[in-house]
């Protein structure tokens, strides 16, 4: 039996409308094939973990005063990280896990919270904690290798700039920054995104990638995976297509 | 010009009533423009206030204290019906006050939103403050939690008068330590009941330590994050309860504070919480005892809260869920329940349900026993169905039906007990639904 090891850091302080979900709609698919699914948790008072262990890592988001409480531990595994993701480990990224992979996030009052690195963009929150970006959203991605409309919901005051290659286009609401047109960032490997809901709750096309993905890298082949009855999923983002696209 | 805009809010109220229209916001909402926002501010109040607030529980609680006054002759002002927003509170204002906006009665008892406490207490005096709990609720309407503490925890620290707080639930026990200056600081607490755990159960938030970040220790939970907390760094948690709901027995139900026992209707740990501030409140203000025992002892709840209703002859259960804690609850009294039975889940996103419906993934739908078949409905009929799929419930037995009307019929197809869940919008075309069903096939209400 193939396995796939996540490691899901911070789940007990970065999980904002329903991240946490993201990890049993990947469990649950897994499981539907009879793949293995090991998720570790990691947490601010875990030891150090290997990261070039894990297939996937996955960080979900906070509200500004949890997301500053681990900051600090989160530079600690700046190395770690860095190694797994050049390795080819996934890297999964929802709202502030997507925030501090980038270059810094400056907050309302304009303290600039370092963020990793990996990656070029850098996040500024509006002056007024009024100003959000909140609704559903749906964008186009181009990363499973078929144009797939992804729904979900965003609620992020933080603007991210600098995104060279973006996760999607957006077809409704607002992405990156206010009424933009791109959302997220990705890579082979990497999937950075604003969107909740949690985001593969009704975008199995998403999911499946990244479980291909891990799967073809551990066993150096190209794996098909085996379909799934997905009726319920594709129904419930139809009715949200059809209603926040109709013309 | 305050005494020009009383009169108009007063013949709007007037108007509408000639309508039978509702004036339950629309003239606090106009006074509200017309006073450039400090519409709260024209009325000139006496009497003591008591205002509560809370994520749940609030129309509860605020219904018993309004009771305990009435039984002990008083006249009181409350707003029964839940117009918990600035504008309803004005509006409820309006109608009683004379035309120098001066309020008369013996008590105001408010049930208030909890974004509104500040600006609506920030021009009327306050004399007693009651919070029962923080919960995620609506989060897209009052950003993060996190804000919606903050505010009310600005306006605790220059507040003297009472302040009740829950002092099981860590975000609201916090607002106790917001004035050093306010001895008039009590908390209400219970001691674990039959399904208390030691780890936590359900996605709970304010595992950490408000003041100093250290996770907090747990002696044990009842519910979601509720429980007896303590900080090991800093002490946060270690008061004296100013009342303690002690041997809760829910089968019977009853349970003991004060030394005194009481027999409520309803049987959940919620409500042992909630009567146990309704009881708090009736100690501050020295409420004749025989008083407090009919109030809690004869409370009950409508509206689709542990609803009961026959479908034929299929006994069924309607319970409001607006947040992830109110649905494992209800989750939890179907699974103690013996034997089989079927779940209705009716999911909106309307504008007044919070238009994420995210916080569906935070109900633990894992523990499902005996349930042997779910029906979902309502403008999110299938994100609900697609969260129960992934919990690991056979999808074969999930059925989609979102037509309020086709939703009820799928349900009472089948033999069996029912229980039925819906969140806010839902509730009360849920509960016609299954009133034409009865209309139509028999059955009763309760």
């Given amino acids: 039996m193939s396995t796939i090891k996540i490691l899901h850091m911070y789940a007990d302080m970065l999980d904002l409308y329903g991240d946490s979900g993201n990890m049993e709609v990947f469990s649950y698919r897994c499981k539907m094939r009879g793949i293995e699914c090991i998720v570790d948790k990691y947490s601010i008072d875990s030891p150090m973990p290997d990261f070039s262990a894990y297939d996937l890592i996955y960080i979900g988001g906070g509200a500004d005063l949890e997301q500053q409480h681990i900051s600090a531990d989160l530079l600690k595994c700046r190395e770690g990280i860095a190694k797994a993701y050049k390795a080819g480990t996934f890297l999964f990224l929802i709202c502030g896990g997507y925030q501090l992979m980038g270059k810094y996030y400056r907050d309302a009052d304009g303290n600039d919270i370092p963020g990793l690195g990996l990656f070029d963009y850098y996040t500024v929150a509006p002056n007024s904690r009024r100003k959000r970006c909140i609704g559903n959203i749906v964008i186009k991605t181009n990363i499973t290798g078929t144009p797939v409309e992804v729904v979900g919901f965003e609620n992020h005051g933080g603007q991210t700039q600098g995104v060279k290659t973006p996760f999607g286009k957006v077809l409704y609401g607002n992405g990156n920054c206010s009424k933009s047109e791109a959302e997220g960032y990705c890579e082979k490997n990497v999937i950075a995104t604003y969107l909740h809901g949690p985001c593969l709750s009704k975008n199995p096309e998403i999911t499946d990638y990244m479980i291909g993905y891990c799967l073809s890298r551990s066993s150096g082949e190209n794996i098909t995976l085996k379909q799934l009855d997905d009726k319920l999923e594709k129904d419930c983002r139809s009715v949200m297509l059809q209603r926040l696209l109709k013309k | ?446």
Wanted: aromatic letters at 10%; proline letters at 3%; a positive charge.
């Fill in chain 2, 1 to 446: 010009m305050k005494r020009l805009q009383i009169l108009i809010g007063k013949i709007i109220v007037k108007m509408l009533h000639l309508m039978k229209r509702n004036a339950g916001n629309l003239p606090g909402i106009v006074l509200w423009h017309i006073s450039r926002h400090k519409a709260v501010s024209m009325f000139k109040v006496d009497c003591p206030i008591i205002a509560v607030t809370g994520t749940n529980g609030k129309t509860s609680v605020t219904n018993c204290i309004a009771q305990l006054f009435e039984r002990s002759g008083k006249k009181i002002i409350t707003n029964r019906e839940g117009n918990n927003l600035d504008t309803g509170i004005c509006s409820l204002l309006l109608r009683h006050c004379d035309m120098k906006g001066r309020v008369k009665a013996d008590y105001l008892i408010l049930e208030t939103d909890e974004s509104h406490v500040p600006v609506v207490y920030s021009q009327l005096k306050l004399d007693t403050l009651i919070v029962l709990d923080f919960f995620r609720d609506q989060l897209d309407r009052n950003g993060e939690m996190e804000t919606l503490i903050q505010k009310i925890n600005g306006f605790c620290k220059t507040f003297k008068g009472n302040l009740l707080l829950n002092g099981d639930d860590p975000n609201t026990a916090r607002l106790g330590r917001a004035n050093p200056d306010n001895k008039n600081i009590k908390y209400f607490h219970a001691e674990p009941y039959a399904y208390a755990t030691n780890t936590v159960f359900e996605a709970s938030e304010g595992r950490f330590c408000p003041f100093c970040g250290e996770t907090l220790t747990y002696d044990y939970y009842q519910y979601s994050h509720i429980g007896k907390f303590h900080c090991p760094k800093c002490r946060f948690g270690n008061y004296e309860p100013y009342i303690t709901a002690s041997r809760i027995d829910l089968d019977k139900p009853v349970f003991t504070a004060d030394g005194h026992t009481y027999s409520p209707k309803l049987n959940s740990i919620y409500n042992v919480y909630n009567m146990t501030a309704v009881a708090g409140a009736a100690k501050l203000y020295n409420i004749r005892q025989d008083i407090v025992d009919s109030v809690i002892s004869s409370y009950t709840v409508k509206n689709g809260r542990m609803e009961s209703f026959m479908l034929g002859d299929r006994k069924t259960t309607l319970n409001l869920a607006k947040n992830p804690v109110g649905a494992n609850m209800t989750l939890r009294v179907m699974n103690e329940m013996k034997g089989e039975k079927e779940l209705l889940f009716v999911l909106n996103d309307n504008v007044a349900d919070g238009l994420d419906v995210s916080w569906i993934w935070d109900i633990n739908f894992s523990i499902f026993e005996r349930v042997t078949r779910v029906v979902t409905s309502g403008t999110r009929a299938y994100d609900i169905a697609v969260r129960i799929k992934c919990s690991g419930y056979d999808q074969a037995n999930i059925f989609v039906r979102p037509d309020l009307d086709k939703a009820v019929e799928e349900l009472a197809k089948t033999p069996g007990r029912k229980f039925v869940i819906a969140n806010y919008t839902a509730v009360q075309p849920t509960r016609a639904a299954l009133k034409r069903y009865i209309s139509r096939n028999g059955g009763k209400t309760e």
